[in-house]
């Protein structure tokens, strides 16, 4: 049987009877592409995610990158899936065409990469790493370091990484003790080290792009004094050719639960095993100004949270549809009063639609999200000025829960996934097990949950004084509005006040007089706003399929109602617990554990 990855069908609901993106062609930016070519593209994704990809995932998890004589030795089967991915242009498929990239759709090469994602998330990450190590060099760089170092990451010769965390500092980035220290020539000597470094070192490519986040010694000792630095791992030459190998070196491997062909590396910048020019330290060259290192990497790492909640959506969509393909054919018990015990797939069984119905409510409305803010992307790109500033104040405000809804929900639409399976769901046998542990990071990587909420609620919904959550609150009132006379009615009201009870909650936890009691809970705001927020996005496609004949759309309607009857009320009770400014977890003792 062949394994499904993501429904073409549903990818085409999503991006031309939903988000309409073929609106996007009369556009200046988009003009020269057609919705022939969007499909081509989509045909290539799937073609080379299912021949190049998919067919080493096992392979992958059986066989994890290992640290030999100081070099890291994987697989063959990574090298040549990347290959065939950077022969179809995808690593540049956002960037402009002046700079090599394809200048697709932002919502367009999102979909392309749900299908990567979901056929092998591990390769997929050293390439996704790559693009937004460009987008970062294009945003911030000077016109020199992008002439440098931009080229060779879009045509595969560079990859990619970012380098934050350490041993000691974890998420706490204002404790990091990389120093940069500067030089006369204008670039700095790099000493530290760095942990958690996703595609870290590896013989993939000619060079790898190190963007490393550092303190100039002298500078301010919190998040201010941070600065950030491309370090090459071989430095490159004024004619574009490799030059003398920089002192960047892997020093250990983190053995993971899932994920587990990608490279995960602890680096050592400066150690002196490899010394440029003789001097100590890994040569580094600063990013825009100094002090700025983290508003600058935040330009990717947002990009990468939007990525992060895409991969989850992926895992959490290819293993619903392994869990129905299952279902159908796995034929055990006899229907509920059926005397005669003849023994039917396991779908007849109600139980067992309940589980199916849960993970289609969770999968496909977390990727609906994931190209929603991919098209919010698009409209900062190519509408105008009122519209993009719009977009990007809903973009900010959705990123937090972009990444994390996903991360939470389609780890459970995998558990359930396993269950449909039964046994052979807690076996290898199956790719369900896989599944669950690779989707398992992704509540951890780029900020955990608790980040997230703590992003969400102590500063994007309070910036500018709630402009986000005003074109939020506007925008419901648009999706409710246009679907009030319909059948939908009912389900358009229940949002509604939920969101106005969301709004009530919030300014009374920022009534409270007391950031620490207003932050306490920030995590269960966060889901509440999240379950919201995909309500939100539920009845938006509810109502794209409204009226239209056929399984397809019966499926839409009945994922949406199963969401709106037992998923959205669990949010009430969690905003009364909100709102009356529980202080359980604040009080509790560390000594009482």
């Given at each position: 049987?062949?394994?499904?990855?993501?429904?073409r069908?549903?990818?085409e609901?999503?991006l031309?009877?939903?988000?309409?993106?073929?609106?996007?062609?009369?556009?200046?930016?988009?003009?020269?592409h057609?919705?022939?070519?969007?499909?081509?593209?989509?045909?290539?994704?799937?073609r080379?995610?299912?021949?190049?990809?998919?067919?080493?995932?096992?392979?992958?998890?059986?066989?994890e990158?290992?640290?030999?004589?100081g070099?890291?030795?994987?697989?063959?089967?990574?090298g040549?899936a990347?290959?065939?991915f950077?022969?179809?242009g995808?690593?540049?498929?956002?960037?402009?065409?002046?700079?090599?990239?394809?200048q697709?759709?932002?919502?367009?090469?999102?979909?392309?990469?749900?299908?990567?994602?979901?056929?092998n998330?591990?390769t997929?990450?050293?390439?996704?790493?790559?693009?937004?190590?460009?987008?970062?060099?294009?945003?911030?760089?000077?016109k020199e370091q992008?002439?440098?170092f931009?080229?060779?990451?879009l045509?595969?010769?560079?990859?990619?990484?970012?380098?934050?965390?350490?041993?000691?500092?974890?998420?706490a980035?204002?404790?990091?003790?990389?120093?940069?220290?500067?030089?006369?020539d204008g670039?700095?000597?790099?000493?530290?080290d760095?942990?958690?470094?996703g595609?870290g070192?590896?013989?993939?490519?000619?060079?790898?792009?190190?963007?490393?986040l550092?303190?100039?010694p002298?500078?301010d000792?919190?998040v201010?004094?941070?600065?950030?630095?491309i370090?090459?791992?071989y430095?490159?030459?004024?004619d574009?050719s490799?030059?003398?190998?920089?002192d960047?070196n892997?020093?250990?491997?983190?053995h993971?639960?899932?994920?587990r062909?990608?490279?995960?590396?602890?680096l050592?910048?400066?150690?002196?095993?490899?010394?440029?020019?003789?001097?100590p330290?890994?040569?580094?060259f600063?990013v825009?100004?100094?002090?700025?290192?983290?508003?600058?990497m935040f330009?990717?790492?947002?990009?990468?949270?939007i990525?992060?909640?895409?991969?989850?959506?992926a895992?959490?969509?290819?293993?619903?549809?392994?869990?129905?393909?299952y279902?159908?054919?796995?034929?055990?018990?006899a229907r509920?009063a059926?005397?005669?015990?003849?023994?039917?797939?396991i779908?007849?069984?109600?139980?067992?639609?309940?589980?199916?119905?849960a993970?289609?409510a969770?999968a496909e409305?977390?990727?609906?999200?994931s190209?929603?803010?991919?098209?919010?992307?698009?409209?900062q790109?190519?509408a105008d000025?009122?519209?993009?500033?719009?977009?990007?104040?809903?973009?900010?405000?959705?990123?937090?829960?972009?990444k994390?809804?996903?991360?939470?929900?389609?780890v459970?639409?995998?558990?359930?996934?396993?269950?449909?399976?039964?046994?052979?769901?807690?076996?290898?046998d199956?790719?369900?097990?896989?599944l669950l542990?690779?989707?398992?990071?992704?509540?951890?990587?780029?900020?955990?949950?608790g980040?997230q909420?703590?992003?969400?609620?102590?500063?994007?919904?309070?910036a500018?004084?709630?402009?986000?959550?005003?074109?939020?609150?506007a925008?419901?009132?648009?999706?409710?509005a246009a679907?009030?006379?319909?059948?939908l009615?009912?389900?358009a009201d229940?949002?509604q006040?939920?969101?106005?009870?969301?709004?009530?909650v919030?300014q009374?936890?920022?009534g409270?007089?007391?950031?620490?009691?207003?932050l306490?809970?920030?995590?269960?705001?966060?889901?509440?706003?999240?379950?919201?927020v995909?309500?939100?996005i539920?009845?938006?496609?509810?109502?794209?399929?409204?009226?239209?004949?056929?399984?397809?759309?019966?499926?839409?309607?009945a994922?949406?109602?199963?969401f709106?009857?037992?998923?959205?009320?669990t949010?009430?009770?969690?905003l009364?617990?909100?709102g009356?400014l529980?202080?359980?977890?604040?009080?509790?003792?560390?000594?009482?554990?």
């Amino acid at each position: 049987m062949t394994t499904p990855l993501i429904s073409r069908r549903d990818l085409e609901f999503l991006l031309y009877e939903w988000l309409r993106v073929e609106r996007l062609l009369d556009r200046p930016r988009f003009s020269d592409h057609s919705r022939a070519g969007f499909d081509a593209m989509l045909d290539v994704a799937e073609r080379v995610a299912r021949e190049k990809y998919l067919t080493h995932l096992k392979l992958g998890d059986a066989n994890e990158p290992r640290l030999v004589g100081g070099k890291v030795v994987l697989i063959p089967e990574i090298g040549n899936a990347l290959k065939a991915f950077i022969d179809t242009g995808l690593v540049g498929a956002t960037i402009d065409v002046e700079h090599g990239g394809l200048q697709l759709p932002a919502t367009v090469t999102r979909a392309c990469d749900a299908y990567f994602l979901a056929a092998n998330p591990a390769t997929t990450t050293y390439t996704v790493l790559s693009t937004g190590v460009a987008n970062l060099l294009l945003a911030h760089a000077s016109k020199e370091q992008i002439d440098v170092f931009v080229p060779g990451l879009l045509d595969g010769r560079y990859f990619g990484t970012m380098c934050l965390s350490e041993t000691g500092a974890g998420s706490a980035l204002s404790g990091i003790k990389t120093a940069a220290y500067p030089q006369s020539d204008g670039s700095y000597r790099i000493v530290g080290d760095k942990m958690w470094i996703g595609a870290g070192d590896h013989e993939l490519s000619e060079n790898i792009i190190h963007m490393v986040l550092a303190k100039i010694p002298g500078g301010d000792g919190g998040v201010r004094g941070i600065s950030l630095f491309i370090v090459p791992r071989y430095l490159v030459e004024p004619d574009g050719s490799r030059g003398e190998r920089n002192d960047v070196n892997v020093v250990g491997l983190n053995h993971k639960m899932g994920i587990r062909s990608v490279v995960n590396a602890v680096l050592n910048f400066g150690d002196g095993t490899h010394r440029p020019g003789g001097a100590p330290g890994a040569v580094g060259f600063l990013v825009g100004q100094a002090g700025r290192g983290l508003e600058f990497m935040f330009h990717m790492m947002n990009e990468a949270r939007i990525g992060v909640g895409t991969m989850a959506s992926a895992l959490g969509y290819t293993g619903y549809l392994q869990s129905v393909d299952y279902a159908r054919d796995r034929v055990q018990g006899a229907r509920v009063a059926d005397r005669s015990g003849r023994q039917v797939p396991i779908i007849e069984h109600a139980d067992v639609r309940r589980m199916l119905l849960a993970q289609k409510a969770y999968a496909e409305g977390a990727l609906a999200l994931s190209l929603f803010c991919a098209d919010l992307v698009d409209e900062q790109a190519s509408a105008d000025e009122v519209a993009a500033r719009q977009a990007g104040l809903l973009l900010d405000l959705l990123t937090p829960i972009a990444k994390s809804w996903p991360a939470q929900w389609c780890v459970a639409a995998n558990d359930l996934a396993i269950q449909v399976h039964g046994g052979y769901g807690y076996t290898r046998d199956y790719n369900v097990e896989q599944l669950l542990r690779d989707n398992r990071i992704n509540s951890i990587y780029e900020g955990t949950q608790g980040i997230q909420a703590l992003d969400l609620l102590g500063r994007k919904v309070i910036a500018d004084d709630g402009a986000a959550m005003a074109e939020l609150a506007a925008r419901i009132r648009e999706t409710v509005a246009a679907v009030g006379a319909t059948e939908l009615a009912d389900f358009a009201d229940q949002l509604q006040r939920s969101f106005d009870h969301l709004e009530t909650v919030t300014q009374k936890l920022w009534g409270a007089g007391d950031p620490a009691v207003t932050l306490s809970n920030a995590t269960p705001y966060l889901q509440a706003f999240g379950h919201i927020v995909l309500a939100w996005i539920w009845l938006q496609k509810m109502s794209a399929a409204l009226g239209k004949p056929g399984s397809f759309y019966a499926g839409k309607a009945a994922a949406g109602s199963y969401f709106y009857r037992w998923e959205l009320p669990t949010v009430e009770p969690v905003l009364n617990q909100l709102g009356a400014l529980d202080r359980t977890t604040l009080d509790v003792r560390p000594e009482w554990f």
